[in-house]
């Protein structure tokens, strides 16, 4: 019988100084704390009591110290007397998003969004066709064309426009999408945080765009009360705020960044927590949060019906297991004759990488 040896498991060598160690914690820190260093680093003293970070030999000043050298925090406070972020500090923020959501991702220098048709396109396929007038040379087939042309007598090779073969390809089209994020009071209600992981997909989405397909745009709109447009600097000090829902503003802000948009393609994502609760009539606002409001509703499913009609799809991602917000969402669905999904916060970002990356039709 054969038996086991075992021998005493010795862990990787770690060579990473302790700055470096502690830099990821830090980071994770401040997508918690919305970019707010000294509230990052209370708890990172905080987490210090239990698991022991620091010691006599590099200690919580000692890395505050290397933040400052390394560039990722400044050395003069805003006039608010806060520690500010770096612009090397956010983009650090935005790859950990991308490695946390996403993975380790290769740069693309096409759009890559597969059309279904073939022509003079971008992605090679296993298709041939014979050659026609205009097709470029760099499409032309060597191999196979030689073929052809020895079929017709290896002593005397000559090669005629009949023996060419042209590779075939797929147009591959660059998308516009406006990203839409709750930023209701709803997203940190009952003790659960919300927002930080629809941040963390809102930055690590504008990553993978940046790498993986660098021809499509994609624009960031936050919704409470109202709607307004942020840059991708933004989002790490992204806050919940004591708003209602006004889908109808965020919904209206989209379209218009998109009808702006030269691409074909154009959509909407939008991750949600609560029902529509808030809208603009005459000037004032409307709110009511006491159940699904049949005014504002019937205002919300009328965007939906006018982004449909303009080509807009809309992808919702509901973070939220209430029935009757589930039935709102297929209505809404259905008026945009958009894709919905039901989530909790696990696996939020992973739906949103896969209909990211999912074949679109242009018209």
């Not at 797929?170 to 839409?180: D, F, I, K, P, W």
């Not at 991708?232 to 802000?253: C, I, M, S």
């Amino acid at each position: 019988m054969l038996g086991h040896r075992f021998a005493k498991f010795i862990p990787p060598k770690d060579d990473r100084s302790p700055f470096e160690k502690l830099l990821p914690l830090f980071l994770e820190m401040l997508t918690h704390t919305s970019g707010d260093v000294e509230e990052a680093l209370e708890w990172m003293k905080e987490v210090d009591k239990e698991h022991g970070l620091f010691d006599e030999h590099y200690t919580l000043e000692d890395f505050k110290n290397d933040l400052r050298k390394n560039g990722i925090i400044g050395d003069r406070p805003t006039k608010g007397g806060k520690t500010p972020l770096t612009g090397k500090a956010e983009k650090l923020i935005r790859e950990r998003a991308l490695q946390q959501v996403f993975g380790t991702l290769k740069k693309s220098d096409r759009g890559g969004h597969a059309l279904k048709r073939t022509g003079t396109g971008d992605e090679a396929t296993s298709d041939r066709r014979t050659y026609r007038y205009g097709d470029r040379i760099e499409q032309v087939a060597m191999s196979d064309s030689i073929r052809n042309a020895q079929q017709r007598g290896i002593d005397d090779l000559q090669m005629s426009e009949d023996d060419l073969e042209v590779i075939e390809t797929e147009h591959q089209s660059a998308c516009a999408t406006v990203l839409m994020i709750d930023i209701s009071h709803s997203m940190i209600l009952y003790g659960e945080d919300r927002i930080t992981p629809a941040k963390k997909v809102a930055m690590a989405l504008a990553e993978l765009i940046k790498r993986r397909y660098p021809k499509d745009t994609l624009d960031i709109v936050v919704f409470g009360n109202d709607a307004w447009q942020v840059s991708l600097k933004d989002l790490p000090y992204l806050q919940v705020g004591p708003f209602h829902t006004n889908t109808v503003a965020g919904l209206e802000l989209a379209m218009d960044i998109l009808r702006r948009r030269k691409l074909k393609n154009r959509r909407i994502v939008m991750i949600t927590d609560g029902k529509p609760s808030c809208i603009k009539r005459d000037g004032e606002y409307y709110m009511n949060s006491f159940g699904l409001d049949d005014f504002i509703v019937a205002r919300t499913l009328d965007a939906a019906v006018r982004a449909r009609k303009a080509g807009i799809p809309i992808t919702t991602f509901m973070i939220a297991q209430d029935n009757y917000l589930q039935r709102f969402i297929e209505k809404f669905t259905e008026a945009n004759q958009g894709r919905a999904f039901y989530t909790g916060l696990q696996g939020l970002a992973d739906m949103v990488f896969r209909d990211h990356t999912s074949n679109r039709k242009a018209s």
